[in-house]
Structure formats: structure tokens, C-alpha cells
């Protein structure tokens, strides 16, 4: 069993910043067991969507379009934590954000796939408004 999560989201006011962090726990132990880990998000009415994602080993990163220069994701080998760091927040990033992990290391174009990931975290919201 691997249980993943994510930190309290919270209020942001437009322009303003928030760190989301995931920590994993359960069969996750041990430094870097986790392959790829990445993050999603949905909105109200829609459908949950790609965000960022990060490899195990060369670390190498993927983002999506909309997020991509404001976000960035990073790891933590020793821990299997993933932290995503939000910058520039606008009012469509307003979203339930869910840590995501996969024992496989994918290659790029499969990382922003949601069913290349076996474990969830319940969610957290993040709302940006003034």
C-alpha cells in the first residue's frame, strides 16, 4: 500500500505564490523508490488535467503549456516527497491540485498522462482571488 499526501492548499490572491509539497509513505519507503511524480489538477466542471511532472534519476521535468515559466516541480530523493512551487498565480489556476506517483519512469511523452500514474493523493484547493 503507497499513500501520498499533499499539503493544505489555501487563499491566494492574483500574483501571489504557494508551495504544494507530497509526502509518500507505506511501500513508498526507501530513497527513491518512486519512479515518476507529478501533479494535476481539476477544476469545477471540468476535467482533471496535467500540471507538471519529474523523472527519477535525471530529474527531467515536464509542465504544461498554462503553467509552464510560473511552476516548478522538484523532488526529494531521500524522502519521495514532490513539491510544486506556484508563482504568478492567476484565477484559473483555481483547481483541486492532486500529487501523483508511479513506481515506472516514463519517458516524456507519457509523463502527462493520468493513466501512467497507479497512486493518488486525496486532493488539495487552491483558489486564487481577491
Known amino acids: 500500500q503507497v499513500e501520498l499526501v499533499e499539503s493544505a492548499g489555501g487563499l491566494v490572491p492574483p500574483g501571489g505564490s504557494l508551495r504544494l509539497s507530497c509526502t509518500t509513505s507505506g511501500r513508498a519507503s526507501g530513497t527513491d523508490t518512486m519512479g515518476t511524480m507529478a501533479w494535476f489538477r481539476q477544476a469545477p466542471g471540468k476535467e482533471r488535467e496535467f500540471v507538471a511532472a519529474i523523472r527519477r534519476g535525471d530529474r527531467h521535468t515536464k509542465y504544461s503549456d498554462s503553467v509552464k515559466g510560473r511552476f516548478t516541480i522538484s523532488r526529494d530523493s531521500v524522502t519521495n516527497a514532490v513539491a510544486l512551487q506556484m508563482n504568478s498565480l492567476k484565477p484559473e489556476d483555481t483547481a483541486i491540485y492532486y500529487c501523483?506517483?508511479?513506481?515506472?519512469?516514463?519517458?516524456?511523452?507519457?509523463?502527462?498522462?493520468?493513466?501512467?500514474?497507479?497512486?493518488w493523493g486525496q486532493g488539495t484547493q487552491v483558489t486564487v482571488s481577491s
Open positions: 501523483a506517483a508511479t513506481t515506472r519512469n516514463w519517458i516524456v511523452g507519457y509523463m502527462g498522462r493520468k493513466e501512467g500514474y497507479d497512486y
